[in-house]
């Protein structure tokens, strides 16, 4: 299951509140990507990350901020929720090698802005 | 603009018969394309992918076509059995190799006993 975890798996919190994200993989994976589901709007990314520190945006990044210290743990930041982020957050990576496009998904995490 | 389309949101049918999901896209720069199947409360798992210079690839049950002039690509899936079950992301990617996937909105596949 390429040893994608995610944490928190449910949360939910106020607007205006800052919420952060992790998603921790064990097998030292260069790609990490970070994706929305919505009814209607299938998977859409927020950011991903190519390597530590190197990170980039994704096709809806405004309000989300990340980081990537370490290889193994990809964050995803929050910095001031709103009842439009209200999603379920999926964590992908890439395996190495040639094909960067098949990507394997974390468990994903349920979050809640009220 | 959704440059992936699933149009179908839902999809009936029989055990054993064949399944037959849908996917459009508008950009012509997509040269790889995949399939994802997500069941509730987990996240998507890989099925099958067709590089653009293809026009079929096959595994198993599972057969993905890609009609380029058509920018259309097709999932299907034969016999189709109940534990197929589950929504299905047909998902496209440029020639960036960053893994930037584009993904379409899901049709929910139901396969009747």
């Known amino acids: 299951d390429a040893g994608i975890t995610q944490s928190p798996r449910h949360k939910v919190t106020e607007t205006g509140t800052p919420v952060t994200l992790r998603c921790h993989q064990t097998?030292?994976?260069?790609?990490m990507y970070w994706y929305r589901q919505d009814p209607g709007h299938g998977l859409r990314l927020i950011h991903y990350?190519?390597?530590?520190?190197?990170?980039d945006k994704g096709e809806v990044s405004d309000g989300y901020s990340v980081s990537r210290s370490k290889t193994e743990d990809f964050l995803l930041t929050l910095e001031s929720a709103t009842s439009s982020q209200t999603s379920v957050y999926f964590c992908a990576i890439s395996l190495a090698g040639e094909d960067y496009n098949e990507q394997f998904f974390g468990p994903g995490t349920r979050l809640t802005v009220l | 603009d959704q440059q992936v389309k699933q149009n179908s949101p839902s999809l009936s049918v029989q055990e054993g018969r064949i399944s037959i999901l849908n996917c459009d896209y508008t950009?012509?720069?997509?040269?790889?394309f995949l399939w994802y199947k997500k069941y509730p409360a987990e996240g998507p798992t890989f099925l099958i992918s067709i590089s653009s210079i293809k026009d079929k690839n096959e595994d198993g049950r599972f057969t993905v076509f890609l009609n380029k002039s058509a920018k259309h690509l097709s999932l299907h899936i034969v016999p189709s059995q109940p534990g197929d079950s589950a929504v299905y992301f047909c998902a496209a990617s440029g020639s960036s190799n960053t893994g930037k996937l584009i993904f379409g909105q899901g049709t929910t596949l139901q396969v009747k006993p």
């Open positions: 990350s190519y390597g530590v520190k190197d990170t």
């Open positions: 097998e030292n994976h260069r790609y």
């Open positions: 950009n012509s720069m997509f040269d790889y």
